[in-house]
């Protein structure tokens, strides 16, 4: 059984920060591709982030400059430092990562439970 687990959400002023965290835990034997996706209300979940196993970065263009992705691999964990936010960002806030369990033979993508990203103007 495989399972992550998102913290750090919450309310925030336009251009402040956040920071959130994602830990994966279980049947590990190794980890992939890790990222963050976010869904505003009445809009489709999109990717904002994600990082390869080996430390390499790609960016939505609206967070560019703005946000970090980053991951621990000792503690299968992977972060998003969220600077000067804005308005838009407000949404549910959820992690992925491609997994190798080893209780299974192929890899599977596996999701947070998600966790409110707030932003006033």
């Known amino acids: 059984q495989v399972q992550l687990v998102e913290s750090g959400g919450g309310l925030v002023q336009a251009g402040g920060s956040l920071k959130l965290s994602c830990a994966a835990s279980?049947?590990?034997?190794?980890?992939?591709?890790m990222g963050w996706y976010r869904q505003a209300p009445g809009k489709q979940r999109e990717l904002v982030a994600g990082i390869t196993s080996g430390g390499r970065t790609n960016y939505v263009d609206s967070v560019k400059g703005r946000f970090t992705i980053s991951r621990d691999n000792a503690k299968n964990t992977v972060y998003l430092q969220m600077d000067n936010l804005k308005s838009e960002d407000t949404g549910v806030h959820y992690c992925?990562?491609?997994?190798?369990?080893?209780?299974?033979?192929?890899?599977?993508?596996?999701w947070g439970q998600g966790t409110q990203v707030s932003v006033s103007s």
């Open positions: 992925n990562a491609d997994i190798q369990s080893r209780m299974l033979t192929n890899p599977l993508r596996y």
């Open positions: 279980g049947s590990i034997f190794s980890i992939n591709a």
